[in-house]
């Protein structure tokens, strides 16, 4: 068998069944034979962060993990994303589209996988020096020529609100009590601080990129997390519109400002 | 007006200058009646209008078709064409398939990522020329600053095939001849004086007639969205129509491992 064009990885290994090279009789993540011995004794989140490096994560890293996944896994019907998921699902578009509207909506800068991103580029800078957080919030964002928009807010903050949402403040104290990290406790103590320097209070991707980096993930590694731990919800909704069909589903109103039948008359 | 009184003011409704449909009656597409004043329009124009609000002429319209058309390649090795014909061997839908292979087009070594950074430095490098700066020191801070030029150089080969045709069209079209061009041609003088070779590519002269044409980096940007789309639907339609799951078939051995050797699995704690 040529083995010519070979995938590098140090995530997986495959060894093949006798008789079929193409077919897998054992599967080794990160060195751990996964049907084998994994299967029945291994949590999703262990799995999950094993993907991502060669560490299992300990019991508490787990725990936080998990903790972020239940507060990730819906973030409502009024969320871009899933308002995306549903559009596919009520006109009865195929379930891969409904996820990739969520993906590509959820991606963005403004509550998605690039703001999670950007936040926790910023942890990287900052860690929890307070003085250091100040001069970041208060610097205008690098220019950078791009596929993505100009950044419009600071990453990890809601430009649109007014005070900090209760489940904010929950999911925050929740992680903090279960962070092996230190930047979840520091976060939570000086969040009114960082509320302070920016004008604007904490946004649930900040907490949740303040998780991601306590958890020892890289930008890139939260960013994919992030994108993928919103799914589950977007996968609900977009099938129970699918369900509920286009007559039940908002059809906004329009106001054309320029409109040529208006002018014509 | 900010937060939730501003959010208040967009409930219910789309406020918008592009375009609405009114249900059994008519389409407006910016501004223009599209099944009255837009009716000969070709795709492509519309497309153009739709991203520019602008109009061009025949002549410019056909060099922008070609930008995509000259690199439209119909080889299900490449990267992004490689998306849709896996979906078509595996059985996937065409749109699936050639939606994420458009999606993975927006990369950052080829596509819609070279696109909108090629386009930015000829336009940000001519304004500083035209300013009276040196060119030679525009280029090394931009070496300095991101180590490549966007729009030279290349990851699988060093000449590109499509520069001969794009600019044998384009000066058949007297469309070859503009500033941006002429600059991007300069660079390439800068950067082999200099040892760099880096050659220009197809992404540094389609960026450069884009902007003589006066598009800005976002409307380039869009613009360039479906430039590799007419070279999917062929890689999905050969992998579809062979026996499932049969291409770039993949055995156990060609997975290369470099990781962690076996261990047991011990429950964290």
Avoid at chain 1, 60 to 80: I, K
Wanted: net charge negative; aromatic share 8%.
């Amino acid at each position: 068998m040529s083995t010519e064009n070979p995938i590098h990885t140090r995530i997986w290994r495959e060894e093949p069944e006798s008789d079929n090279p193409f077919a897998m009789r054992t599967a080794y993540c990160r060195g751990y034979d996964v049907y084998g011995e994994m299967l029945g004794q291994s949590r999703w989140v262990e799995m999950l962060t094993l993907l991502f490096r060669d560490a299992a994560p300990t019991k508490a890293e787990a725990d936080l993990l998990e903790a972020l996944a239940v507060v990730l896994a819906n973030p409502g019907p009024r969320d871009a994303a899933i308002h995306a998921a549903m559009c596919g699902g009520v006109g009865g578009s195929t379930s891969a589209s409904c996820l990739m509207a969520a993906l590509a909506v959820g991606a963005g800068q403004y509550g998605g996988g690039r703001e999670v991103l950007l936040a926790m580029e910023a942890w990287n800078a900052c860690g929890t020096d307070l003085d250091l957080w100040r001069q970041r919030l208060a610097a205008a964002p690098p220019e950078e020529v791009s596929i993505w928009p100009a950044p419009e807010h600071p990453p990890g903050f809601d430009p649109h609100g007014m005070s900090t949402p209760t489940p904010v403040r929950q999911a925050l104290a929740c992680f903090a009590h279960l962070s092996p990290g230190t930047r979840l406790p520091w976060l939570e103590k000086h969040r009114a601080d960082l509320e302070s320097a920016t004008s604007l209070p904490l946004s649930l991707s900040g907490v949740a990129a303040a998780a991601l980096a306590d958890l020892g993930f890289t930008p890139e590694q939260g960013e994919m997390l992030h994108l993928l731990l919103r799914l589950p919800g977007a996968a609900a909704h977009a099938l129970e519109q699918r369900r509920h069909g286009y007559k039940k589903f908002p059809f906004f109103a329009v106001e054309l400002e320029d409109d040529p039948a208006r002018e014509g008359t | 007006m900010k937060g939730p009184d501003f959010l208040l003011e967009q409930v219910g409704r789309l406020k918008t200058r592009m375009g609405a449909f009114f249900v059994g009656s008519r389409a407006v597409f910016r501004g223009r009646d599209l099944h009255t004043e837009l009716k000969d329009m070709d795709w492509a124009e519309l497309y153009v209008f739709g991203i520019t609000g602008r109009r061009f002429s025949p002549a410019q319209l056909r060099l922008m078709q070609s930008l995509w058309t000259y690199t439209s390649y119909p080889d299900a090795r490449l990267w992004n064409n490689r998306v849709a014909a896996l979906a078509g061997s595996a059985r996937s839908t065409g749109n699936l398939g050639i939606a994420a292979a458009l999606a993975v087009s927006e990369a950052s070594i080829y596509g819609r990522g070279v696109d909108i950074r090629a386009i930015e430095f000829l336009i940000r490098t001519k304004k500083h020329v035209d300013d009276g700066g040196s060119l030679a020191d525009q280029v090394e801070k931009e070496l300095k600053a991101q180590r490549s030029i966007a729009g030279y150089g290349r990851p699988i080969a060093a000449k590109d095939e499509r520069l001969v045709p794009i600019m044998a069209l384009a000066e058949h079209l007297g469309l070859a001849d503009g500033p941006h061009v002429r600059l991007a041609f300069a660079v390439k003088e800068v950067l082999i004086a200099g040892g760099w070779r880096q050659h220009l590519n197809y992404g540094g002269l389609a960026a450069a007639l884009a902007a003589d044409l006066g598009l800005t980096p976002q409307e380039y940007y869009l613009f360039m969205f479906p430039a590799f789309l007419a070279g999917m639907a062929p890689c999905y339609i050969e992998a579809e129509q062979r026996p499932e799951g049969s291409l770039f078939s993949l055995a156990c051995s060609h997975i290369q491992y470099q990781g962690q050797p076996q261990r047991p699995w011990q429950p964290p704690r």
